[in-house]
């Protein structure tokens, strides 16, 4: 496991959200979370869409069925799973300004969009599944983050998590110049391995389905934020007013895209997605 060197409580990752708003969605779009690329070709929008049906497919999702997305950005997979699956979902977010948009952009009442922390929330048992797309890397205690997400399934119930991963041996040069700083400016307590993020989940109670690594199917989205993100600073003043300015605390992010960029490439960095179960 690669830990931070500083301690990231649930205000600090709101802060790094709501300071990078508009460059998360200028850059990344609605979904901010990965997509998944079969033959090479689709665009952007199918291969995020195309991750979140993947995620449905393993919870297993019914119309009627109550679903928690636990850290769920600007609401974009709720909405997906709203839409296309019939799912009533709760989709919560530690961010302002994501809850803000995804309520501007949903009309009616599903998905319902809370602002609320994970690890301090109360939900009750009543729900058929559970989605975690990239959010439990946010988490500063991953055995509570898996045990509050057993508590609120129903048994027999699913709980898909979609994770940026250590590799299981990196160098010591790729944790110093990758995977530590991609963990200190992303403002994630730590990057697990596989086996180590499958075995908090075990202890929580969780029966393991399905274990996916998604790596070489997802690594083709930080080559596409990269080259919208040099585009952006050489055709647009704004972003190089907030990247000269030592006032915003998140700047450092620009620099991360590019980590990231050189982590998937050379391995250090892995993208699973695992399915889990409640069985009693």
């Excluded at 636990?70 to 296309?84: E, K, N, P, T």
């Excluded at 009533?88 to 009616?108: K, M, R």
């Excluded at 403002?187 to 697990?192: E, F």
Aim: glycine share 6%; charged share 20%; proline share 3%.
């Amino acid at each position: 496991m690669i830990s931070a060197a500083s301690q990231f409580d649930a205000s600090v990752v709101a802060d790094h959200y709501n300071e990078l708003d508009v460059f998360y969605r200028e850059l990344w779009g609605e979904h901010v979370h990965h997509g998944i690329w079969v033959s090479g070709q689709e665009s952007s929008e199918v291969a995020v869409r195309r991750l979140v049906d993947v995620v449905a497919k393993e919870a297993q999702i019914k119309p009627g069925d109550h679903v928690i997305d636990i850290g769920c950005g600007y609401g974009a997979a709720a909405r997906q799973l709203a839409q296309h699956y019939g799912a009533e979902v709760t989709a919560i977010t530690l961010s302002s300004a994501q809850h803000a948009y995804a309520q501007g952009v949903t009309a009616g009442a599903n998905p319902v969009y809370l602002i609320a922390d994970w690890l301090t929330a109360d939900f009750p048992q009543s729900f058929q599944a559970a989605i975690a797309i990239e959010s439990s890397e946010h988490m500063p205690d991953r055995d509570e983050f898996f045990r509050r997400s057993y508590k609120v399934l129903e048994a027999g119930g699913r709980f898909v998590v979609c994770a940026w991963l250590s590799s299981e041996a990196p160098s010591a040069m790729e944790v110093a110049w990758l995977l530590r700083p991609i963990c200190d400016e992303g403002r994630l307590p730590c990057l697990p391995t596989l086996n180590e993020l499958v075995a908090s989940a075990k202890a929580a109670g969780f029966g393991v389905v399905n274990t996916q690594d998604c790596t070489r199917a997802v690594r083709r989205t930080w080559g596409i934020i990269f080259r919208r993100m040099i585009g952006s600073l050489l055709t647009d003043s704004r972003y190089r007013a907030f990247l000269l300015d030592p006032r915003r605390r998140n700047r450092i992010f620009a620099l991360t895209v590019v980590r990231l960029w050189l982590a998937y490439r050379i391995g250090a960095m892995r993208y699973g997605i695992v399915t889990f179960t409640r069985e009693k």
